[in-house]
């Protein structure tokens, strides 16, 4: 089993569409978890990143982490296709982090 | 661009060739990071340096893959007698001293082993 899940999708919606990314997780000792966004051959680009329990907010994008239940999710508001990307999950262990398998995004016009 | 740069953007090989990949990190991180990804999947981690010590290395990094940080500055990733199964993005990160969650990642350097 992995350390981090996430359903690689392809998930697919109409622009302007509230959009929900999750991911889960077995380690209850990672204290920092990341989302980061990737296209095509690029390297991944961080988003956000938020610390324990909680949620946090940064324009249309709000990341929440429930680590009771040991999940996390990422809301995208108004989505534009321009957010169209591979957006990836981490969570930060011994200095290192651990990724999901990341979903794949689209947003059609 | 998150100001890591990394060097060559692609390189092409026959397996059973030596390369090596550069990764210019942000000038104020003292940690800098390697890891690999595979087509679909999410990055895995290689190793990591803080200045020029190397302090941990993933049981992914077999004998044929060795990485260095001289001075602290740059680093370089070699990889020995490529095999196909080599072939990934290879990724290198940098963060402030202390801060592993905040890591700025390069463009990666795409290598195909033939």
């Known amino acids: 089993q992995k350390e981090v899940e996430q359903d690689p999708g392809p998930l697919s919606v109409p622009e302007g569409a509230i959009v929900s990314l999750n991911c889960t997780y077995s380690?209850?000792?990672?204290?920092?978890f990341m989302w980061y966004r990737q296209y095509s051959r690029k390297g991944p680009e961080l988003l956000m990143y938020t610390y324990s329990s909680g949620n946090k907010e940064d324009g249309r994008f709000t990341a929440q982490v429930d680590k009771s239940s040991k999940y996390i999710s990422l809301f995208i508001r108004d989505s534009q296709p321009s957010d169209s990307a591979t957006y990836l999950c981490?969570?930060?262990?011994?200095?290192?982090?651990?990724f999901g398998q990341g979903t794949r995004l689209t947003i059609n016009p | 661009d998150t100001g890591v740069s990394q060097d060559p953007r692609h390189k092409i090989t026959k397996r059973g060739q030596n390369v090596t990949f550069r990764c210019d990190p942000i000038?104020?991180?003292?940690?800098l990071y390697w890891y690999r990804q595979t087509l679909g999947q999410g990055p895995e981690f290689l190793t990591y340096?803080?200045?020029?010590?190397?302090?941990?290395k993933s049981r992914l990094l077999s004998d044929r893959f060795s990485a260095e940080r001289p001075k602290g500055s740059f680093s370089t990733l070699e990889i020995q007698r490529t095999e196909q199964g080599d072939s990934a993005m290879y990724l290198c990160a940098s963060s402030p001293a202390g801060r592993g969650d905040t890591q700025y990642f390069g463009p990666g350097t795409r290598l195909t082993v033939l």
């Open positions: 981490a969570m930060e262990g011994a200095q290192k982090l651990v």
């Open positions: 380690n209850s000792a990672f204290q920092y």
């Open positions: 340096f803080q200045n020029e010590a190397q302090l941990e």
């Open positions: 000038s104020e991180h003292n940690r």
